[in-house]
């Protein structure tokens, strides 16, 4: 079955503008996770969305923000942009089980701010 | 505060001896502990896991070690191959936590020469 589907997989943007990343996770996978990944700072947990309900939250400011559609797909957006968001967003989906670690990911949305 | 901790940033192994990657972390709360490898351009795909309840988990080459006390694991690969050349992650859950959030580590690249 299809995979992580992340899109767009390249995007440049300039400071303080704002963006929007999309997510369409394995069929049947109800949980999304978002991820960011730096030079260095491996993945930071962004925030998990589960049926459409916000999870978990990681310890990012209020401009990045996510929501999941009833068909599970997700979106995270980032706004008033600085030159430190720029970084690999990563999507994870999974069947939503209680912590089950086991997450699949896309090839990822490679953000860059100028 | 990084609660998972990979200081080594890169390991070069001879193809078919064994690669050792470490891991550190702090919270005690973390019951639960995956590897990961990352291709370029590739999202991270789950490698091998272990449960706090046991201290080993073997997985045809790869076998993951869990020290409790000293808060460690490591991942052995067994034999080497250039195919295993990639970033590999570890990660780390508290089952408690509702939902699938993972903290991981920085990443070690791991080069297995021919």
């Known amino acids: 079955k299809a995979g992580v589907t992340q899109t767009p997989r390249y995007l440049i943007k300039t400071r303080g503008q704002q963006v929007t990343l999309s997510c369409s996770p394995i069929?049947?996978?109800?949980?999304v996770s978002w991820y960011q990944q730096t030079p260095g700072q491996g993945l930071q947990f962004l925030f998990e969305?589960?049926?459409?309900?916000?999870?978990n939250k990681g310890n990012f400011p209020g401009r990045f923000s996510g929501r999941q559609f009833s068909n599970s797909r997700s979106e995270m957006n980032v706004s008033t942009l600085e030159l430190g968001d720029s970084a690999l967003y990563l999507c994870?989906?999974?069947?939503?089980?209680?912590?089950?670690?086991?997450?699949?990911f896309g090839e990822g949305s490679r953000l860059t701010v100028l | 505060d990084q609660q998972v901790k990979q200081n080594s940033p890169s390991l070069s192994v001879q193809e078919g001896r064994i690669s050792i990657l470490n891991c550190d972390y702090t919270?005690?709360?973390?019951?639960?502990f995956l590897w990961y490898k990352k291709y370029p351009a590739e999202g991270p795909t789950f490698l091998i896991s272990?449960?706090?309840?046991?201290d080993k988990n073997e997985d045809g080459r790869f076998t993951v070690f869990l020290n409790k006390s000293a808060k460690h694991l490591s991942l052995h690969i067994v034999p080497s191959q250039p195919g295993d050349s990639a970033v590999y992650f570890c990660?780390?859950?508290?089952?408690?936590?509702?939902?699938?959030?993972?903290?991981f580590g920085g990443g070690t690249r791991l080069m297995v020469k021919p």
């Open positions: 069929s049947g996978h109800r949980s």
């Open positions: 919270n005690s709360m973390f019951d639960y």
């Open positions: 994870a989906s999974s069947s939503g089980g209680w912590n089950t670690g086991e997450l699949f």
């Open positions: 990660a780390a859950s508290d089952y408690n936590n509702a939902g699938n959030m993972l903290t």
């Open positions: 272990i449960s706090s309840i046991k």
């Open positions: 969305y589960f049926s459409e309900t916000q999870r």
